[in-house]
């Protein structure tokens, strides 16, 4: 079992950064893999980056390529987020979630975080 807990949200303007935490107690997550996802009031949730086991190898929606940059730190069973040049868009709840299967579907993330609110104002 894995327990999940973000933060670093915020209030902030456009252009502003933040960096988001994400820490894992109850397992290592060294051996999962990590995901940053976001759900905007209305709208269904989606896939913001994700960071592999091994290597690491990065992933990034579209939308946020070159602004938002997942890293992790295993020793602190940590995964940041770090985002730039934020934009009112970006408003949403940002979820933190592990896998330790192979496969990469959202439905694959077995563990979840209850979430921190990013605010980013015009």
């Known amino acids: 079992q894995v327990h999940l807990v973000e933060s670093g949200g915020g209030l902030v303007q456009a252009g502003d950064s933040l960096r988001l935490s994400c820490a894992a107690s109850g397992r290592t997550i060294s051996t999962a893999d990590m995901g940053w996802f976001r759900q905007a009031p209305g709208k269904e949730r989606e896939f913001v980056a994700a960071?592999?086991?091994?290597?690491?190898?990065?992933y990034y929606a579209d939308s946020v390529k070159g602004r938002l940059t997942i890293s992790r730190d295993n020793a602190k069973n940590t995964v940041y987020l770090q985002m730039n040049s934020l934009k009112p868009e970006d408003t949403a709840v940002y979820y933190c979630?592990?896998?330790?299967?192979?496969?990469?579907?959202?439905?694959?993330?077995?563990?979840w975080g209850q979430g921190t609110q990013v605010t980013v104002s015009s």
């Open positions: 960071i592999s086991r091994s290597a690491p190898i990065t």
């Open positions: 979630a592990a896998k330790y299967r192979s496969t990469w579907l959202q439905s694959d993330y077995a563990y």
